[in-house]
C-alpha cells in the first residue's frame, strides 16, 4: 500500500514538473512588454518624493520639466535653511535626472539663492 501512495506522489511530481516547464516555454514564446511610462504628473510627484527622502529637504516646486532620451530632467526649487523672516531664507535650484520609469538617478544644486531675491538675469 505504502508502494501506492510512492507511486501515485512520483505522478504527480512528474506532472507538475511537466506543466512547470510548459509555463516556461508558453512565458518565452510571447514577446516582452515594456514597462508603461509613467506620466508627467506621476514623475513630477514621485521625483519631488525622492529627492526629499535623500536630501531631508522640502522639494516646493518644479521650475523646469522634459522629457529626455533617456528619461526625464527637472529642476527642483528646495529650501536649504529656513528663516525669520521668511524672504530671508535659503533656497536652491536642484537639476534632477530620472529614467523612463520615473527613478532618481542622480541630482545636482545648480543654484543657490535668498528667497526674498529676484532672478539676476533679464
Do not use: C, I
Request: without cysteine; proline residues 4%.
Amino acid at each position: 500500500m505504502s508502494n501506492t501512495r510512492n507511486t501515485s506522489n512520483s505522478a504527480d511530481t512528474e506532472e507538475s514538473e511537466e506543466s512547470s516547464q510548459e509555463a516556461q516555454r508558453t512565458h518565452k514564446s510571447q514577446p516582452e512588454r515594456k514597462p508603461r511610462r509613467p506620466k508627467p504628473m506621476e514623475v513630477l510627484r514621485e521625483a519631488r518624493a525622492q529627492l526629499t527622502e535623500l536630501t531631508g529637504m522640502t522639494a516646493e516646486s518644479v521650475s523646469s520639466f522634459e522629457q529626455t532620451e533617456d528619461g526625464w530632467s527637472l529642476q527642483v526649487e528646495v529650501m536649504e535653511l529656513e528663516r525669520v523672516p521668511d524672504t530671508m531664507s535659503l533656497m536652491a535650484t536642484y537639476e534632477v535626472e530620472l529614467d523612463e520609469e520615473g527613478q532618481l538617478t542622480g541630482y545636482r544644486r545648480v543654484k543657490r539663492y535668498e528667497r526674498g531675491r529676484a532672478d539676476g538675469r533679464r
